[in-house]
């Protein structure tokens, strides 16, 4: 009986039909472009996924003399004392509350401004408009909150001044805990709406011409067209980046609210990412502290998950 021999080139063939093997073969064709990536990604691996390595604290009463490994155990007891806390239902709530007006009033702005800068006749005034309109956004923060505290000042403030003109009483703006969300979500739409139009400006750029003038010799308004024809084109967009924001619903830049905060409109600027700087790096309480950052990470988490779920079998767009 005669041994059977094996073909070289059929298994050439049958390893190269492999999945590892073609995809080695590819990184070999694109081995510049791969190596242009391996720098992000040992960034991200250093200082994103290496602290992941600290979140034990969170479970540990840690002690900097004995290290994270060498503190002891405390299982659920921060997670405990800050759900039976008393600034609980505050902070989750001016936390909530911010992102989730920000999502319903901010997210908008920037599509409508694209619009409106796509269908301007001029080109000039167009480019002379997103200029205008995303300059703000190199402003730093604390220039920002500068400026809303002289715009904004009982005393010599322009806001003011024109309110007492009009016969009306001076506000203190930022004194008052009713006015700082107002007056945070508003300034951040000044400052960022520019900036987070060129996404979209971008997009609009890609929708192919003949759709508007078939549209057009349809005898659809200006109206008609932009709701059949650049927002179906954009649409696509909008949901990722609506995925994106509530990714983070529950993070803000603290160094605003932070700067923007005094006693007196605590009660409203108090949120998570404020607490945790304030009781964590100035009071040291950093198991505390990592619990907290841990449970609103975890609803960031479930938030994004949930959102790309909806999307994928709403819209067919998601983030996988």
């Known amino acids: 009986m005669k041994t059977a021999q094996a073909n070289p080139t059929r298994i050439a063939e049958r390893n190269s039909s492999r999945p590892g093997i073609r995809l080695l073969k590819q990184m070999a064709k694109r081995y510049d472009l791969y190596l242009m990536l391996l720098l992000p990604v040992v960034w991200y691996l250093i200082f994103h996924y290496g602290p992941l390595y600290g979140l034990q604290i969170a479970f540990k009463n840690f002690n900097p003399a004995k290290g994270i490994v060498g503190s002891s155990w405390a299982g659920f007891e921060h997670f405990e004392r800050f759900f039976n806390s008393y600034y609980f239902g505050r ?30 006749p001029s080109k000039a005034f167009g480019k002379w408009l997103q200029n205008i309109t995303y300059l703000p956004h190199f402003i730093s923060i604390v220039v920002i909150v500068g400026m809303l505290k002289l ?10 001044g024109l309110i007492e003109a009009f016969g009306g009483e001076p506000i203190r703006f930022l004194e008052e805990a009713g006015w700082f969300k107002t007056i945070f979500i508003g300034s951040n739409i000044w400052q960022n709406m520019g900036w987070q139009s060129i996404i979209y400006i971008a997009a609009l750029s890609g929708v192919n011409p003949q759709l508007y003038e078939a549209a057009k010799m349809d005898g659809a ?70 619990a907290i950052g841990l449970f609103n990470s975890i609803i960031n988490l479930a938030l994004l998950l949930l959102v790309n779920r909806i999307a994928r079998k709403t819209s067919e767009t998601s983030l996988w």
Request: charged share 10%; net charge neutral.
């Open 221 to 290: 308004s200006r109206l008609r067209r932009i709701w059949h024809v650049s927002l179906p084109g954009i649409v696509p967009v909008i949901v990722i980046l609506l995925i994106l924001d509530i990714g983070h619903f529950m993070n803000i830049g603290f160094e605003k609210v932070l700067l923007m905060q005094n006693n007196l409109n605590l009660e409203s600027s108090d949120v998570i990412s404020t607490f945790v700087y304030t009781t964590g790096i100035l009071k040291g309480e950093y198991s505390y502290t990592a």
């Open 151 to 160: 715009f904004l000042s009982p005393k010599g403030g322009p806001i003011n």
């Open 91 to 120: 902070l989750l709530w001016n936390t909530m509350s911010i992102n989730l007006f920000s999502l319903l009033i901010a997210f908008p702005i920037p599509i409508l401004l694209a619009l409106i800068i796509n269908e301007i």
